[in-house]
């Protein structure tokens, strides 16, 4: 088992990449539509594998690599917080 300190140190990292990565994405998305569908699925794949590797370093860094089901939830709940957001920021003011 770990303590809660730790777990507490990977559910906000986790939070915070999924929001990150819900940026990132979008940004990725902007620009890759630019190349041929084939080229944007390898860029794809190597944009998915270049978060990952990411990810995994920093929850080496933070807890020794230790991964939870919880932080799944974490980087979902990130990802989709931003999403919320943008949609509340980008929406037209009503009259």
Not at 12 to 39: D, P, Q, T, V
């Amino acid at each position: 088992m770990i303590d809660l300190q730790l777990q507490l140190k990977l559910l906000i990292f986790s939070f915070i990449f999924g929001f990150m990565f819900s940026f990132s994405l979008e940004i990725f998305n902007k620009y890759s539509k630019r190349f041929s569908k084939s080229i944007e699925i390898i860029l794809s794949f190597i944009f998915i594998l270049f978060m990952s590797v990411i990810y995994f370093l920093g929850i080496q860094k933070i807890g020794y690599a230790i991964f939870h089901i919880y932080s799944i939830l974490s980087i979902i709940l990130g990802f989709y917080i931003y999403e919320i957001i943008v949609k509340l920021i980008a929406k037209p003011p009503k009259r």
